[in-house]
């Protein structure tokens, strides 16, 4: 059975930090660093053919930076020695080996979604998050729903299925955002380390795809888009480390105090800023079709923060 609750303040504030994060602040400088790249590189590189490479040189831009302030902040705090601690025990090398993985393929898929214009892909893909939660934390954790949840989780289900219908395409990156993320959150709650000393470890593990990615696109003909790019992509692409780990630590420390459930539900941010973001800042299309199934999920938001309020203030 799950120790967490519903009643801690700081989780609260954690999550709110980092799907807040996640939905408006990430998105937007991943917008802005493609616009400025495709700007300072002039017709060097063709925009329309290059999209799944500038999403690669993002994320290791993203994976390199991140690595180094996670180090920042454990020395600034004296906190290295609870980083090499950690290899004290296998077992614990080996979870944040798996939750490294899941990261990565969260983060992969996200970056494509943001450079290719399919945030709303990306969207639905944190919209079904919850339903997810739901079902780990019922099959792993013990957490139980209440009446009024099971109708917050009929509505979402509702919700989701109708923007699933609605797709003009099969929703996978959608279901990969949903399921790593999900399995991530439910492996993070199990680990018994630090937030900062966890994400140190499982950037750390990507280093050598990052170096890879960058061996490769250097090689070729092309080369490097943001070698060719000016100062200000390149100072964006920095500020990716700090803008993944300050999410991703936030995120942790509210795993470790929110049901996975409830998790869920404050999940509902991200998509919510990525969909709005999509739309005004992205100029994609987004049809009466998707509002109406945004309409259920949102009400099933509304429905779970009723029972909430209403369960604790009795």
């Not at 090398?93 to 494509?112: E, P, R």
């Amino acid at each position: 059975m799950s120790k967490s609750n519903d009643r801690d303040l700081s989780g609260w504030l954690n999550a709110i930090v980092a799907f807040g994060w996640w939905g408006f602040i990430f998105p937007s400088l991943v917008l802005t660093m493609t616009f400025t790249a495709e700007r300072s590189t002039g017709g060097k590189f063709d925009w329309s053919n290059i999209g799944v490479q500038w999403s690669l040189e993002v994320l290791a831009s993203r994976i390199f930076w991140c690595v180094l302030f996670c180090f920042l902040l454990l020395w600034i705090n004296g906190r290295l020695g609870d980083f090499f601690a950690v290899f004290r025990s296998k077992s614990t090398l080996v979870w944040f080996a798996i939750t490294s993985a899941l990261i990565f393929i969260n983060w992969l898929v996200f970056v494509i979604a943001a450079a290719t214009d399919r945030l709303h892909q990306a969207s639905l893909g944190y919209y079904m998050g919850p339903i997810f939660n739901v079902v780990l934390g019922y099959l792993f954790l013990g957490e139980r729903l209440k009446s009024l949840q099971v109708v917050a989780v009929l509505f979402t289900c509702t919700g989701i299925g109708w923007l699933i219908f609605s797709q003009a395409e099969f929703p996978w990156i959608s279901i990969c955002l949903a399921s790593s993320f999900g399995i991530y959150g439910l492996f993070r709650k199990k680990i018994p380390v630090d937030a900062i000393v966890g994400l140190t470890f499982e950037t750390l593990y990507c280093i050598p795809i990052a170096l890879g990615i960058v061996i490769y696109f250097g090689s070729t003909q092309g080369g490097l888009i943001f070698a060719n790019a000016d100062l200000s992509t390149n100072f964006l692409m920095f500020l990716a480390g700090p803008a993944t780990a300050v999410p991703l630590i936030c995120f942790a420390v509210a795993a470790k105090k929110l049901r996975l459930i409830t998790l869920g539900f404050i999940q509902f941010l991200a998509p919510t800023g990525q969909i709005l973001l999509a739309r005004f800042a992205n100029q994609e299309l987004i049809g009466l079709e998707k509002l109406v199934g945004y309409g259920f999920i949102w009400t099933a938001v509304l429905i779970y923060l009723v029972e909430l309020g209403t369960r604790k203030s009795s």
